[in-house]
Each structure stands twice: as structure tokens, then as C-alpha cells.
């Protein structure tokens, strides 16, 4: 195998390609200077040495320099060449680095791969050896032979067709969480409403009616209480679209329709919204351990002992609020506990090894129960507080009163479709039946002449 090229890429590649068993030769334009850098199995010599010598060669150069290449174009020619580039912007140019290089060498076969694999993880070896590299190429021979040499190396092949998808191959190493920007807006802006909610309840309200300057508590408190409303409503935004989904198909009485795009995405970035729901959760739990650590609490927690003191109260049990908190903090610790285990069965190697019944019993079924105890854990918090006309700070009802919207429209809607008049048409829809599908019956008459008529697969 030949390598162009002595950079930091081709030495990683080299290294791995001797590890692999392949007889490698190096191509540099100052192989005496480089020679050292590279194992003593790898021959480092001149490029168009290099070249002579090897069949396949891969061309671990940067796209601007291709054209100081050009002088080899002879010794190329017949060859494969596999091109490994990547460039430093999503599209940056107008044609991909594979089909520019062979705009260059017409004479050569190129190959694009291996661009997916950083030079560290072609150093790691064999224990990343599951990564996948992405293949593609106009000659079905030549990426054969690259695959041969990826699977070789560790690595999992994944043809991607022909050359045209080289621009695909590029702009993956560029791209940034692709999967996630949805939900991460989605998250940040439920995060930036509820903040600014209860910024406005717990510091500004006090500190117009009464001059108090409750400012501290923006770093700890402010934030605890605004990252349980954007878990749970998150984790109702993983089940509201199912049953958007549903609506749809009970409504057109086929499954069949196409869901609006945005539908069809939404349903598509569930998991992404489903972990950052967990994230929101996990934040809440150890904000919520961290409380009475705080200074603040602590001098409260004195004042009032003094106060209680003062006022000669033996007894400050309230035996209501003592369950209410009890049942509140239990809930909550389950609601966790099912949050979590939503999130490590949403792991591609964990999910890969649940069939498909393990698997929509826990995303779909245990998912459920926790958004059920998520609402308890939230109607727990709140308790009475709804009824009391105190907690409307500025005529604004308590925070929780408002992160129950969603959540418990989606457990009605998954209550409604649960009764077996609903549940049974929605399960026909699923498994192919549609509304109003004529079904054609041709039957002979008493004269012997066939008639024919229309009627409605539903009767
Ligand atoms: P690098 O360290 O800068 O090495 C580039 C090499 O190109 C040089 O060592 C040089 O070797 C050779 N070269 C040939 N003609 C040249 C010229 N006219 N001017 C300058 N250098 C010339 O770069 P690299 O990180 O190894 O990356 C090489 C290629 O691999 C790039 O296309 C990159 O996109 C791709 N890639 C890199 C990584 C990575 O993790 N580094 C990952 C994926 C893909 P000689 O001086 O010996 O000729």
C-alpha cells in the first residue's frame, strides 16, 4: 500500500496499515528528513518511487497541494487512489476533494474513504475497532478493495455508493451534533422562559413589594426550580407527538397519509428530547441534594429556631406537610430511577440487544409510567399551593400549575386512546385498514350476466 504524504494522517495510517500486515511505502518530496518519524517496516522514499511500487495509494495530502502532484500523473496512471481529505467548511467548494481529484488524474480510479477517522483513532488501533468508515466511488472494484483493506485494518466498511456522495462523506467530520441542534434550541428555550418565570416570582416580586433583595437566590434556587419544568415538560414533548401521530391517523382513517414535516421530525428527535430530559432531571436531583449546604439556608434554618424559640413553640410538626414532603421526595427519586433507565436502554449497544417488544416496553411503556410519576412528583410539590391566592406573585399562577399543561393533556390523550373502542380502531389503521376503501364485488345474476357493485370495506 502506498501513502502520499508525511503528515500527521499518513503516519497514524502507516502505523496502523504495518500493524495490519500490509508492506507499506511511504512518499514523501524529503523522505531523509521524514524517514524517522515512520515504523521501520514502512519503506519512506520519494513520491514517484512510492508510487511506482504500490497499486493502491493513499493520498494523506491536503486538497490545495493535489496539484503539486501533478507531476506524477504518468506513474499514476491505472492506479487507485484512495482520498482521505477533509476540508474546514460544510460545502466548501463547489465539487468534493475526491471528484477534484480525479478531475486531476482521469487516469486513476479514486476512492473516497477513511476521511471519518481522526489520525488518533487510526493510532488507538485495535481497540476502536468497530469504527465505521464510509466508502464511496464510481468503481465498484476498487471500492471493493478499500473495503477489504478498512475491514483489515478493524474497521467496518459502510459503502455509500457512488462518487456523488463524496460530498456527503466530507461534511460529516463538520458537522456539529446534527441530531441534537432541535432539541438543544428546544431545551435552552423552555430553560430561558421558566427561568425568567420564576426570576420574576422569587426575586423581582419580593423585591418590589418589599424591598427585599432576594438576589442570591438566582444561582441555586432560581435554576432548581426551573430545570424540574423543563424535564418534565420535555419528557411529555417525547410523548405528545405520538399521539399527535395517532390523532392523525384516527382522524383520516388511514396510516398511510404522509405526517407533516414538522410532525415527521419531531417523532424523529424523541431520543435526543428524551435525554435531555433525563440531563434536566439528573441537574434537579443534585441541585435539590445541594440545598442545605448552602449558607442561606442555614441562617434561615437558625432564624427560624430563634423565632420558634422566641414565641416559646415546643411543637412546629405539621403532620400534612411531613407526608406531603415524604411522598413528594419518593416519587421523585422513582420518577429518576425510570428516567435513567429510559436513557442507558436508549444506548445504541443496549437497545441492539432488547427485541423490539423489550424495547417499546421500556421506551414506550415504562416511559409513560414516568411522565404518570413525574405528575405526581409535581402535584405533590404544588399541593394546595394552586388555591392559594398568595402564590400569584404579579397575578402569575404558581410555575407548576403551568408545566402541567402538557403533560397531563398527553396522559388523558394516552388514557382516551386506551379504551378498547379507540384502542381497537387505532390497532386495525396500524396493521393496514383504511377508512372509506371501496371494495369492488362482482357477482353473476339470475340471468347468468355478472353484476357488479361498490361498497365500503367498513361494512
Ligand atoms: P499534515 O500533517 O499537514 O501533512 C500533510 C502532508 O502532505 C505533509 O506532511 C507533506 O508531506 C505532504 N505534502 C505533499 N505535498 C505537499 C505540498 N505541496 N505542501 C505541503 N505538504 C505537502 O496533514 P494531515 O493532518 O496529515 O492531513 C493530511 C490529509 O489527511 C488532509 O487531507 C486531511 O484533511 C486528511 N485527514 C486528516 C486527519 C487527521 O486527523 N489529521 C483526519 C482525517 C483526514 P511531505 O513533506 O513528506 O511531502
Same mark, same amino acid.
Given at each position: 500500500i502506498?501513502v502520499?504524504?508525511?503528515?500527521?494522517?499518513a503516519r @497514524?495510517?502507516? &502505523?496502523r496499515?504495518?500493524?495490519?500486515?500490509?508492506?507499506?511505502?511511504?512518499g514523501s518530496?524529503?523522505?531523509?528528513?521524514?524517514?524517522?518519524?515512520?515504523?521501520?517496516?514502512?519503506?519512506?522514499?520519494?513520491?514517484?518511487?512510492?508510487?511506482?511500487?504500490t497499486d493502491?495509494?493513499?493520498?494523506?495530502?491536503?486538497r490545495?497541494?493535489?496539484?503539486?502532484?501533478c507531476?506524477?500523473?504518468?506513474v499514476?496512471?491505472?492506479? &487507485?487512489l484512495?482520498d482521505?481529505?477533509?476540508n474546514?467548511?460544510i460545502?466548501?467548494?463547489k465539487?468534493?476533494?475526491?471528484?477534484?481529484?480525479?478531475?486531476?488524474?482521469?487516469?486513476?480510479?479514486?476512492?473516497?474513504?477513511?476521511?471519518?477517522?481522526?489520525a488518533?483513532?487510526?493510532?488507538s488501533?485495535?481497540?476502536?475497532?468497530n469504527?465505521?468508515?464510509?466508502?464511496?466511488?464510481?468503481?465498484?472494484?476498487?471500492?471493493r478493495?478499500?473495503?477489504?483493506?478498512?475491514?483489515?485494518?478493524?474497521?467496518?466498511?459502510?459503502?455509500?455508493?457512488?462518487?456523488?456522495?463524496?460530498r456527503?462523506i466530507?461534511n &460529516?467530520p463538520?458537522?456539529?451534533?446534527?441530531? *441534537?441542534?432541535?432539541?438543544?434550541?428546544?431545551a435552552?428555550?423552555l430553560?430561558?422562559?421558566?427561568?425568567?418565570?420564576?426570576l420574576?416570582?422569587q426575586?423581582i416580586?419580593p423585591?418590589?413589594?418589599?424591598?427585599?433583595?432576594k438576589?442570591y437566590?438566582?444561582?441555586?434556587?432560581v435554576v432548581n426550580?426551573?430545570l424540574?419544568?423543563?424535564?418534565?415538560?420535555?419528557?411529555?414533548l417525547?410523548?405528545?407527538?405520538?399521539?399527535?401521530?395517532?390523532?392523525?391517523?384516527?382522524?383520516?382513517?388511514?396510516?398511510?397519509?404522509?405526517?407533516?414535516?414538522?410532525?415527521d421530525?419531531w417523532?424523529q428527535?424523541?431520543?435526543?428530547?428524551?435525554?435531555?430530559?433525563?440531563?434536566?432531571?439528573?441537574?434537579?436531583?443534585?441541585?435539590?441534594?445541594?440545598l442545605?449546604m448552602?449558607?442561606?439556608?442555614r441562617?434561615?434554618?437558625i432564624e427560624?429556631?430563634?423565632?420558634?424559640?422566641?414565641?416559646?413553640?415546643?411543637?412546629i *410538626?405539621?403532620?400534612?406537610?411531613v407526608?406531603?414532603m415524604?411522598?413528594?421526595?419518593?416519587?421523585?427519586i422513582?420518577?429518576?430511577?425510570?428516567?435513567?433507565l429510559?436513557?442507558i436502554t436508549?444506548l445504541?449497544s443496549?437497545?441492539?440487544?432488547?427485541?423490539?417488544?423489550?424495547f417499546?416496553?421500556?421506551q @414506550?411503556?415504562?416511559?409513560f409510567?414516568?411522565?404518570?410519576?413525574?405528575?405526581?412528583?409535581?402535584?405533590?410539590y404544588?399541593? @394546595?399551593?394552586?388555591f392559594?391566592?398568595?402564590?400569584?406573585?404579579f397575578?402569575?399562577?404558581?410555575?407548576?400549575?403551568?408545566?402541567?399543561?402538557?403533560?397531563?393533556?398527553v396522559i388523558?390523550?394516552?388514557v382516551?386512546?386506551?379504551?378498547?373502542c379507540?384502542q381497537?380502531?387505532l390497532?386495525?389503521i396500524r396493521?393496514?385498514?383504511?377508512?372509506?376503501?371501496?371494495?369492488?364485488?362482482?357477482l353473476?345474476?339470475a340471468t347468468?350476466?355478472?353484476?357488479? *357493485?361498490?361498497?365500503?370495506?367498513?361494512?
Open positions: 502506498g502520499l504524504g508525511t503528515g500527521d494522517f @497514524s495510517l502507516a &502505523i496499515l504495518v500493524c495490519s500486515g500490509f508492506k507499506v511505502v511511504v518530496r524529503n523522505p531523509k528528513r521524514k524517514v524517522n518519524l515512520f515504523p521501520s517496516a514502512a519503506e519512506v522514499t520519494f513520491q514517484a518511487e512510492a508510487v511506482k511500487k493502491v495509494i493513499f493520498v494523506a495530502v491536503f490545495e497541494h493535489y496539484s503539486t502532484l507531476d506524477l500523473a504518468d499514476l496512471a491505472g492506479k &487507485i484512495v482521505v481529505s477533509n474546514t467548511e460545502n466548501h467548494h465539487e468534493s476533494n475526491a471528484e477534484y481529484l480525479a478531475s486531476l488524474f482521469p487516469a486513476c480510479t479514486v476512492v473516497k474513504g477513511f476521511n471519518v477517522v481522526s488518533w483513532t487510526l493510532q488501533g485495535a481497540r476502536d475497532g469504527k465505521q468508515v464510509l466508502i464511496c466511488s464510481n468503481n465498484q472494484e476498487a471500492k478493495i478499500v473495503a477489504e483493506i478498512a475491514q483489515v485494518m478493524g474497521f467496518t466498511p459502510v459503502d455509500m455508493g457512488c462518487m456523488s456522495s463524496a456527503e466530507e &460529516i463538520l458537522r456539529l451534533l446534527p441530531a *441534537w441542534k432541535i432539541p438543544i434550541f428546544l435552552l428555550g430553560f430561558l422562559c421558566f427561568f425568567t418565570y420564576n420574576i416570582r426575586v416580586h423585591y418590589i413589594r418589599e424591598q427585599k433583595n438576589l437566590k438566582i444561582p441555586i434556587e426550580t426551573t424540574p419544568c423543563v424535564s418534565y415538560i420535555m419528557l411529555s417525547v410523548y405528545l407527538p405520538g399521539v399527535l401521530a395517532a390523532c392523525s391517523q384516527l382522524y383520516y382513517g388511514t396510516k398511510y397519509r404522509r405526517f407533516p414535516d414538522w410532525l421530525q417523532l428527535h424523541r431520543k435526543q428530547i428524551g435525554l435531555l430530559s433525563f440531563f434536566c432531571a439528573a441537574l434537579h436531583a443534585v441541585y435539590s441534594l445541594c442545605p448552602r449558607r442561606s439556608h441562617y434561615l434554618l427560624t429556631a430563634v423565632k420558634q424559640a422566641m414565641e416559646k413553640k415546643m411543637n *410538626w405539621v403532620e400534612e406537610e407526608w406531603r415524604e411522598i413528594y421526595i419518593s416519587v421523585g422513582i420518577a429518576l430511577g425510570l428516567l435513567s429510559l436513557a436508549s445504541p443496549i437497545a441492539n440487544s432488547l427485541n423490539w417488544r423489550e417499546s416496553f421500556v @414506550s411503556t415504562l416511559g409510567v414516568a411522565l404518570v410519576i413525574s405528575t405526581l412528583h409535581t402535584l405533590t404544588g399541593w @394546595s399551593r394552586a392559594d391566592e398568595n402564590q400569584y406573585k397575578y402569575l399562577p404558581p410555575t407548576y400549575t403551568l408545566t402541567l399543561l402538557v403533560p397531563c393533556t388523558i390523550a394516552k382516551i386512546f386506551s379504551l378498547p379507540i381497537h380502531r390497532t386495525r396493521r393496514g385498514w383504511e377508512k372509506g376503501r371501496y371494495v369492488k364485488f362482482v353473476p345474476s347468468g350476466e355478472y353484476s357488479s *357493485w361498490e361498497t365500503s370495506s367498513n361494512v
